[in-house]
């Protein structure tokens, strides 16, 4: 299994960085980068407790959907999102929301495992960890951007 662990500092309060983290429109224009659109289930606002939503977005060169449910939520602290359908073998985003002074830190955690045994650990070493870094890092600063800027 591979984790990724990201720490973004926001000077905003945790209830709006926490409603920012679970807005599908924020995420959809965070990740413009890859296309990423929700096409089903929670498609627009903020996701709740044992919804689900669909993205599609192009990575590699390729698009692929990924269908996530929040499987553990409790504002405006954390919450949990897990996938349910996509590419791979497992895939859990676990987002933290703590008050420090006048900043609300962030943290996100990936934790996934690749299918296709051996290839699928030599992607994830040479690409994958590297690209999802990347695309937290870049969703993390948008947000912190807009939030911080509005």
Not at 4 to 19: E, G, M, N, S, W
Not at 102 to 117: A, H, L, R, S
Request: hydrophobic share 40%.
């Amino acid at each position: 299994m591979t984790s990724i662990h990201i720490l973004t500092q926001i000077k905003a309060q945790v209830q709006d960085v926490f409603d920012a983290a679970r807005n599908i429109d924020l995420h959809q224009n965070s990740a413009h980068q890859t296309h990423e659109k929700a096409i089903a289930g929670k498609t627009s606002g903020w996701i709740e407790l044992g919804e689900t939503v669909t993205f599609r977005g192009k990575h590699f060169g390729i698009y692929l959907t990924h269908t996530s449910k929040i499987i553990k939520m409790e504002q405006p602290h954390f919450f949990v999102d897990e996938m349910i359908q996509g590419k791979f073998k497992s895939f859990k985003h676990l987002h933290f929301f703590e008050k420090k002074d006048d900043v609300t830190i962030m943290t996100d955690i990936v934790e996934y495992e690749t299918p296709f045994g051996f290839a699928g650990k030599l992607f994830d070493i040479l690409f994958l960890k590297n690209h999802l870094e990347h695309f937290i890092c870049e969703r993390a600063y948008f947000l912190k951007h807009f939030i911080e800027n509005k």
